[in-house]
């Protein structure tokens, strides 16, 4: 009886941490997708427009036109697993990337100005302190896959 209740009680444990680590959307995605936001003092997130070291990743450029290029980026996103778009307009790109044993979310943020054909990103976890370079090694396996394919320089 005591090992049933014992088992009952990590069960419950464990599914409270799982569901807890789903986290929640941060509210200023999308608000303005023109400018990303910044990332915390945390190290956990990797931004091409922050300025300290810890946080800054090179941004990416387009190559080609940005009406056959940005499509190519949307559907080597979507074609990664546990990759979800939620968001995809003509300059604009809000993905969801899902973590395979905790299912921890991230989101991966990709925004195109067609003035210079830059592509600003950002790769952020919604919770804990720090991800261990997951969002830095997320963005160069982006950048390294849409080099390959001649679709950013």
């Given amino acids: 009886m005591y ?10 444990l464990i599914l409270f941490m799982v569901n807890g680590c789903s986290g929640k959307r941060s509210n200023e995605i999308d608000m303005d997708p023109s400018v990303l936001r910044d990332c915390s003092k945390s190290p956990n997130c990797v931004s ?13 450029r387009l190559k080609g036109e940005p009406n056959v290029s940005w499509p190519l980026i949307q559907d080597e996103i979507a ?3 546990r990759w979800t778009i939620v968001t995809a307009t003509d300059n604009y790109i809000h993905v969801e990337c899902k973590s395979l044993i905790f299912r921890f979310i991230d ?3 990709l925004y195109f100005n067609s003035s210079n054909g830059i592509i600003s990103i950002l790769s952020a ?12 090694r997320r963005v160069e396996l982006l950048r390294s896959e849409l080099r390959t394919k ?3 320089e």
């Fill in 48 to 60: 091409s427009e922050a300025k300290d070291e810890k946080h800054a990743i090179e941004s990416f």
């Fill in 150 to 152: 001649q679709v950013i």
């Fill in 107 to 109: 989101d991966l943020e």
């Fill in 79 to 81: 074609s990664k697993p």
């Fill in 125 to 136: 976890s919604r919770i804990g302190y720090s991800d261990f370079g997951v969002n830095r």
């Fill in 3 to 12: 090992r049933s209740i014992q088992r009952c009680l990590k069960l419950a």
